[in-house]
């Protein structure tokens, strides 16, 4: 039977190529959330073809929702012949703005030398339509499974999923009873499983001061100069701190297994909307914005507090120095079990397609796994998906055909493990 099935997906391999260009093809970039109406009543389409139960779950209070850009979701639902567990696929349809420096069209999946070119093919859409694919074949060569097979696309992962796996979970379609195990199609390579992500906290920083003429400084009080403190003691002190943090977890590459903080902007003073020259003042406002990634071995309260002593410290050193912080996320590192269910079956068939064990891995950033664990409470989730996440969000996107029919054979494999009576 699972030469059948791998068959049935060799055979689906111009399908699987014409459903990924059909999906790239649709312009769902975010922001704003173009395209995703359209886009998700084409997903429902192709699943009620093979007797799927197709749901759109729209968030309309969530950030971003507008009746011109709609987070509406979809979900479709397969119920087996008999009862059993649910296995769930879930891919993000919203892409990053494309950018410059494309050879080719962003939105028009071309095909070149075994690869398809476009925004969105390795992140995510090439895996969304791998997971329809794998499904199909499934369901052709056991149409007398037992239990529930589903799928969705959902909105806003790139700006968080708030509006998308976030408001779903919240319903209760992403907890026990309804769902058992969740793959995330992300591009983490087809023999990688993901295990989950680092912890986020992102931040702002506002150093105050007072404003004077700029000809006159003496008589003002520069929040600028004041953040340049803030600067040189994160230099100094926390980010050598951080270097020296290091992790168990099996995060990749390999710089992220140490605790990490961008400066994602610093906006102070006199801003560009002006006409003719700037007008001289001094600034008595100057923000920070910071992106700490942080490991399993700690916890967002040191994180935080770490931040804290330093601008605490600023207080009592420099003259007239005052802050305030304003906490924006926050979100805990998060890594699934390797004797899960859903990482044995997905290594199971990893093994069986390509005679090599698995690289279990975490993920640097995070991804909707956080809101399945934080707010479904189920842990039973890892991302598998084709692509190379190197490629992602970059110019020339592109994903490998070849990738995606053996990570097809790899997902329909994993369903029958997860599905079978014996599991």
Known sequence: MLEQLTKCINDSRDDLLALTQDLVRFPTINPPGDAYRPCVEYIAKRLQRSGFQCEFFTAVDYPGHTDKYPRINVIGRREGKRPGKTIHFNSHIDVVPAGHGWTFDPFGAAIHDGKIFGRGTCDMK??????????????????????????????????????????????????????????????????????GHRGVWWAEIETHGHVAHGSMPFLGDCAVRHMGAVMESFEKELFPALAAKQTQMPVVPEGARKSTMNINGIRGGQTDDFTGLPSPNVPDSCKMTIDRRYLLEENVEDVRSEVVNILDQLKVSRPKFDYSLRELWSVEPTMTDRDAPVVQAVADAIRAEFGKEPDFVISPGTYDQKHIARIGHLHDCIAYGPGVLDLAHQPDEWISIDDMVQSAKVMANAIHILLSERH
Not at 127 to 153: H, K, M, N, Q
Not at 168 to 177: H, Q, R, V
């Open 126 to 195: 090439g895996g969304l339509a791998t997971s329809i694919i794998a499904a199909e074949a499934y369901i052709r060569c056991f149409p007398d499974y037992a239990g529930v097979i589903e799928i969705s696309g959902t909105v806003d992962e790139e700006s968080g999923g708030f509006g998308g796996v976030a408001y779903l979970a919240e319903k209760g379609l992403f907890s026990k009873p309804r769902v058992d195990h969740v793959i995330i199609p992300e591009p983490l390579n087809k023999d990688r499983i993901c295990l």
